[in-house]
């Protein structure tokens, strides 16, 4: 079997590029620096199952995803999470958080704010993305 993206992990999102072996995508919801980053190994839920090399490049993806987002975006706060209770497909989010947005200070999920990003505000976060991936190799 080929590697899907579960639907509901591509609904709302838009797909930025890769980082190793994981698909980056950007929430589109503008009240947050909410990224996703997905491995594309087939069958994937959880991350203590990854074979060693596997862990070890979906961790490097994870610390490189946060960086970035903590030196571009400049948060109060970084969340870092992998949950999985409705959507199974291991996924990791990255989101970061400001006091005072829409959900401070409870979690985005339970937020039903909701904000999409403008072509332009989109096209400055892929810029800055594809930036710091040619910085960062």
């Known amino acids: 079997m ?3 993206l579960d639907e509901r992990l591509s609904a709302g999102s838009i797909e930025l590029g890769r980082l190793g072996i994981c698909r980056v995508l950007l929430k589109d ?3 947050y620096f ?16 990854l074979d060693a090399t596997s862990y070890a490049e979906v961790s490097f993806a994870m610390r490189g995803l946060a960086a970035w987002v903590a ?24 989101v970061g ?7 401070w200070p409870g979690t985005v999920w339970d937020c039903p704010a909701q904000k999409p990003f ?20």
């Open 2 to 4: 080929a590697f899907e």
């Open 71 to 94: 030196e571009t975006f400049r948060p109060d706060k970084l969340n870092v999470a992998a949950i999985g209770n409705k959507v199974r497909q291991l996924h990791v989010h990255v």
């Open 97 to 103: 958080r400001h006091e005072g947005d829409a959900a």
């Open 118 to 137: 403008s072509p332009e505000e989109i096209a400055l976060v892929e810029r800055r993305f594809l930036e710091w991936q040619r910085q960062n190799g």
């Open 34 to 49: 909410w990224f996703i980053l997905v491995p594309e190994l087939e069958g994937a839920e959880e991350l203590h199952t």
């Open 29 to 31: 919801n503008a009240h």
